[in-house]
């Protein structure tokens, strides 16, 4: 196997238990889109739902089949945009169209559906306006079929540049979803992702929907220095790329190599290649082709506890590395890359651990 990745089980699950100790009473929703951000989204599902989990988030119907069989909630964040979907007793749909929803209501006839409503908050994508809901609600309430089971909004916040907007949003969701929650008293209101999870404890409301974090993913920058560090909580990351070294070349100074021969050796060199590419997700592209030996400081691998540079962006199925300081690399040594979950190639095996 020249490539796989290497995904702990327990620390997913300890992460989860983890947030779960921080919300209280409170509902968790383990978001597990995107092929659970690239982890196996049938195998992060079963850890989440056995370490405490409540209930499953999805983008769209599809992601949503593949793990009904658990038998939880599932809710779907893209909102029905046709009237023909599969009605599912544990199937959350977001809805933000009310003649969309209306139809779906006469034609599921005798079926029951369970809805989230969406409130947009300026993040433009989909939801209804504000000013809205009152009236939407009132129209849900005349279908006998359609089940309010939640009202959602999602801040665009990014940390320490925008929290006063930040708060203020969800200030205003909070008073309407209390309106309508004097409708419909069971419903459940959330909107803490995971930057709205450590920076506004005050905003729990009923549900903390929660991705990265379950992932190790958070902006270390932002939270190294503060009291809600995540690494502190004890969250850790259980995504791990390997790759083996499948060629070295010795080149000397001043020599061309690479493609157009665009690349100049500055010293004698050990080039390593790797079986790794842009087609498996390898994203990490040097701004300058011309190789230097400070340029390739910004972009590298790990042999051990070395770091080997790359020397030129990634092609599409391989890339090279500098191993000249590195004198026990070998052909089948093993490197440890950088490589975005969710972009990486899900053909790529998964070895869970």
């Known amino acids: 196997m020249n490539k796989w990745i290497e995904i702990d089980r327990k620390i997913i699950s300890n992460n989860i238990k983890i947030i779960k100790s921080k919300i209280g009473p409170r509902k968790l929703m383990a978001v597990v889109k995107s092929n659970a951000y690239g982890h196996g989204i049938k195998e992060v599902s079963k850890i989440a739902l056995k370490s405490g989990a ?3 988030g999805v983008m769209d119907v599809d992601e949503a089949l593949k793990i009904e069989e ?7 964040f893209y909102p029905i ?3 023909d979907i599969p009605v599912r007793k544990n199937f959350i749909y977001t809805v933000d169209n009310l003649e969309i929803l209306k139809c779906v209501s006469r034609n599921i006839r005798n079926k029951k559906i369970l809805i989230n409503l969406d409130v947009d908050s300026g993040l ?6 504000l000013k809205d809901v009152l009236s939407f609600v009132g129209e849900i309430k005349k279908m006998k079929n359609v089940k309010l089971f939640s009202i959602s909004t999602h801040i665009a916040y990014t940390p320490y540049k925008n929290k006063i907007e930040a708060k203020e949003k969800l200030e205003r969701f909070k008073e309407i979803s209390l309106k309508v929650k004097k409708i419909f008293a069971d419903i459940i209101i959330h909107a803490a992702n995971t930057t709205v999870f450590l920076d506004f404890h005050q905003f729990y409301f009923d549900m903390v929907r929660i991705g990265n974090l379950i ?3 958070y902006p270390k920058d932002v939270y190294s220095s503060k009291s809600n560090d995540p690494q502190k909580m004890g969250i850790s990351m259980p995504w791990r790329f390997f790759a083996r070294i499948i060629s070295i070349k010795e080149v000397r100074k001043g020599e061309s190599f690479g493609y157009a021969s665009e690349i100049v050796a500055t010293k004698n060199m050990r080039i390593a290649t790797l079986p790794v590419g842009y087609s498996d997700g390898l994203g990490m592209v040097p701004t300058d082709n011309v190789y230097k030996i400070s340029e390739g400081e910004r972009f590298w691998a790990k042999i051990g506890n ?3 540079y790359f020397i030129t962006k990634p092609a599409i199925s391989h890339t090279l590395i500098d191993v000249t300081e590195i004198p ?6 093993v490197v440890e890359l950088s490589i975005r979950r969710t972009a990486a190639n899900r053909d790529i095996p998964r070895i869970y651990k």
């Open 81 to 83: 945009h046709h009237t």
């Open 70 to 76: 658990y038998g939880s909630n599932v809710m779907i």
């Open 54 to 56: 409540d209930m499953l």
């Open 328 to 333: 026990e690399a070998k052909v089948q040594s």
């Open 124 to 129: 433009k994508r989909w939801g209804i306006e």
């Open 215 to 217: 992932y190790g993913i």
């Open 306 to 308: 070395k770091k080997a």
